[in-house]
């Protein structure tokens, strides 16, 4: 009030509509739009090479913005929410470009992540119905993306009802982290390795920016450290395999 007297209403109110303004501060770029169902990411290329391999239907875009997997789900799930994660991955690449030697651990890093945030879940069964899977700190969905964190950067309700949605803001999160923190940081170096990038990377998105070098302090909390670990194995299945490995969540 001291600074704009004729201004009207509370001076101090914050909603929870996304501001452009904000995130081009921050270097986050035009707003994400929640992607309509017809949607075709297919044509994403970068230098010639095709980014996104598997196209994804109206009806599958459908069936993720309601989607409980159980055991007998998986060998439909789990491809179609792979190709989700390497197209948000493809998005965020596109829009903002990064050092190429780091655009494979990039891509590595984000499946890697949402399946340590969520078993690359976006819902939950709670009383025969889908629920968004919420922390008790109010991270949200596949990405567990925490709403009061990211207010202004992310439409909150997308966050909440769409897999797709959310994996993009994800996305450009770890990339976020990645190319403003720990590249500058040299963690690759420090780590002896590309791959250390993707943790202290992973250490950020968990645990802020402050945390970036968590993964590699011997005096972290225990209970953090196993966090940087299950990543960090997680981050080994995607690099070896494509795919992390399913026992690690769903068991069997």
């Given at each position: 009030?001291?600074?704009?007297?004729?201004?009207?209403?509370?001076?101090?109110?914050?909603?929870?509509?996304?501001?452009?303004?904000?995130?081009?501060?921050?270097?986050?770029g035009e707003p994400i739009e929640p992607p309509p169902a017809e949607e075709d990411g297919a044509h994403l290329r970068r230098r010639g090479v095709t980014l996104v391999q598997r196209t994804i239907t109206d009806a599958e875009r459908?069936?993720?913005?309601?989607?409980?997997?159980?055991?007998?789900?998986?060998?439909?799930?789990?491809?179609?929410?792979?190709?989700?994660?390497?197209?948000?991955?493809?998005?965020?690449?596109?829009?903002?470009?990064?050092?190429?030697?780091?655009?494979?651990?990039?891509?590595?890093?984000?499946?890697?992540?949402?399946?340590?945030?969520?078993?690359?879940?976006?819902?939950?069964?709670?009383?025969?119905?889908?629920?968004?899977?919420?922390?008790?700190?109010?991270?949200?969905?596949?990405?567990?993306?925490?709403?009061?964190?990211?207010?202004?950067?992310?439409?909150?309700?997308?966050?909440?009802?769409?897999?797709?949605?959310?994996?993009?803001?994800?996305?450009?999160?770890?990339?976020?982290?990645?190319?403003?923190?720990?590249?500058?940081?040299?963690?690759?170096?420090?780590?002896?390795?590309?791959?250390?990038?993707?943790?202290?990377?992973?250490?950020?998105?968990?645990?802020?920016?402050?945390?970036?070098?968590?993964?590699?302090?011997?005096?972290?909390?225990?209970?953090?450290?196993?966090?940087?670990?299950?990543?960090?194995?997680?981050?080994?299945?995607?690099?070896?395999?494509?795919?992390?490995?399913?026992?690690?969540?769903?068991?069997?």
């Open positions: 009030r001291t600074l704009a007297p004729g201004g009207g209403g509370d001076p101090l109110a914050a909603g929870s509509d996304v501001d452009p303004a904000l995130r081009e501060i921050f270097g986050f459908g069936r993720l913005r309601r989607w409980v997997p159980g055991p007998a789900d998986l060998d439909a799930y789990l491809p179609l929410v792979q190709a989700v994660l390497e197209e948000a991955g493809a998005r965020a690449l596109a829009k903002t470009p990064i050092d190429p030697r780091f655009e494979l651990v990039y891509g590595w890093l984000v499946p890697a992540a949402a399946w340590k945030e969520s078993c690359w879940r976006q819902f939950v069964s709670r009383g025969g119905r889908p629920v968004v899977l919420r922390s008790s700190a109010g991270a949200l969905g596949i990405l567990q993306i925490n709403a009061r964190v990211w207010r202004g950067f992310y439409d909150v309700g997308a966050l909440e009802k769409d897999l797709i949605y959310n994996a993009r803001a994800g996305a450009e999160i770890l990339l976020h982290y990645l190319a403003d923190f720990v590249i500058p940081a040299d963690e690759h170096g420090v780590g002896g390795s590309l791959d250390a990038a993707a943790r202290a990377t992973y250490s950020a998105y968990n645990g802020g920016p402050r945390a970036l070098r968590r993964w590699r302090k011997a005096d972290a909390p225990a209970a953090l450290r196993r966090i940087d670990e299950a990543f960090w194995r997680d981050y080994q299945a995607v690099k070896r395999d494509g795919m992390p490995e399913r026992g690690t969540c769903w068991g069997g």
